[in-house]
């Protein structure tokens, strides 16, 4: 199985801070991730497919980059609603696995 | 609307067995890739099973290899994963989730349903 990780755990920001997540797959994926936002006692939810194809509805201020093994997702302008847990999933081979998360607080 | 809707959560003692259910609304499962994943409270995302659509491809995670059987039933619009010889370290919230059409993400979640294992 291919072996996501994902830098940095955990990151204190504040409101209108740029954050940066950054996710590495074990080998390349080309451009086979996705993105999830999970807030606690929630479902995640998908934000970005294909390492850089926002959902509908998803702010435009998420935004997704990469391809081959290195990916970064990126936050501008950071907003209350966006604290949360965010996680990285490689979609280029069965099963599909996840990165461990990177959860984002409040500084 | 689309949606899953878990059941079949609670306790269990280790050793014994529990059977989740998966109804899905407003699509037909068997068209889909579905997995089971499950998240260990204050931890991340762990795939557990999938199943493909053609129901030939099934996939286990080693921990569960052997104790844990998905399945569809294609007449109730449902996903099942029958848990045996559950473990303490089975403990977890299970999402019922579905691979989109493209195979490139996973869009409709469940809600979960919590299992815990424990004497």
Request: proline share 4%; net charge positive.
């Given at each position: 199985d291919?072996?996501?990780?994902?830098?940095?755990?955990?990151?204190?920001?504040?409101?209108?801070?740029?954050?940066?997540?950054?996710?590495?797959?074990?080998?390349?994926?080309?451009?086979?991730?996705?993105?999830?936002?999970?807030?606690?006692?929630?479902?995640?939810?998908?934000?970005?497919?294909?390492?850089?194809?926002?959902?509908?509805?998803?702010?435009?201020?998420?935004?997704?980059?990469?391809?081959?093994?290195?990916?970064?997702?990126?936050?501008?302008?950071?907003?209350?609603?966006?604290?949360?847990t965010?996680?990285?999933?490689?979609?280029?081979s069965?099963?599909?696995?996840?990165?461990?998360?990177?959860?984002v607080?409040?500084? | 609307?689309?949606?899953?809707?878990?059941?079949?959560?609670?306790?269990?003692?280790?050793?014994?067995?529990?059977?989740?259910?998966?109804?899905?609304?407003?699509?037909?499962?068997?068209?889909?890739?579905?997995?089971?994943?499950?998240?260990?409270?204050?931890?991340?995302?762990?795939?557990?099973?999938?199943?493909?659509?053609?129901?030939?491809?099934?996939?286990?995670?080693?921990?569960?290899?052997g104790?844990?059987?998905?399945?569809?039933?294609?007449?109730?619009?449902?996903?099942?994963?029958?848990?045996?010889?559950?473990?303490?370290?089975?403990?977890?919230?299970?999402?019922?989730?579905?691979?989109?059409?493209g195979?490139?993400?996973?869009?409709?979640?469940?809600?979960?349903?919590?299992?815990?294992?424990?004497?």
């Amino acid at each position: 199985d291919i072996q996501m990780t994902q830098s940095p755990s955990s990151v204190s920001a504040s409101v209108g801070d740029r954050v940066t997540v950054t996710c590495r797959a074990s080998q390349g994926i080309s451009n086979w991730l996705a993105w999830y936002q999970q807030k606690p006692g929630k479902a995640p939810k998908l934000l970005i497919c294909r390492a850089s194809i926002l959902q509908s509805g998803v702010p435009s201020r998420f935004s997704g980059s990469g391809s081959g093994t290195d990916f970064t997702l990126t936050i501008t302008s950071l907003q209350p609603e966006d604290f949360a847990t965010y996680y990285c999933q490689q979609a280029n081979s069965f099963p599909f696995t996840f990165g461990p998360g990177t959860k984002v607080d409040i500084k | 609307e689309v949606q899953l809707v878990e059941s079949g959560g609670g306790l269990a003692q280790p050793g014994g067995s529990l059977r989740l259910s998966c109804a899905a609304s407003g699509f037909t499962l068997s068209s889909y890739w579905m997995y089971w994943v499950r998240q260990t409270p204050g931890k991340g995302l762990v795939w557990v099973s999938c199943i493909k659509n053609d129901d030939r491809g099934t996939r286990y995670a080693d921990s569960v290899r052997g104790r844990f059987t998905i399945s569809r039933d294609n007449a109730k619009n449902t996903l099942s994963l029958q848990m045996d010889s559950l473990r303490a370290d089975d403990t977890a919230v299970y999402y019922c989730v579905r691979v989109t059409a493209g195979r490139d993400a996973f869009d409709i979640w469940g809600q979960g349903t919590m299992v815990t294992v424990s004497s």
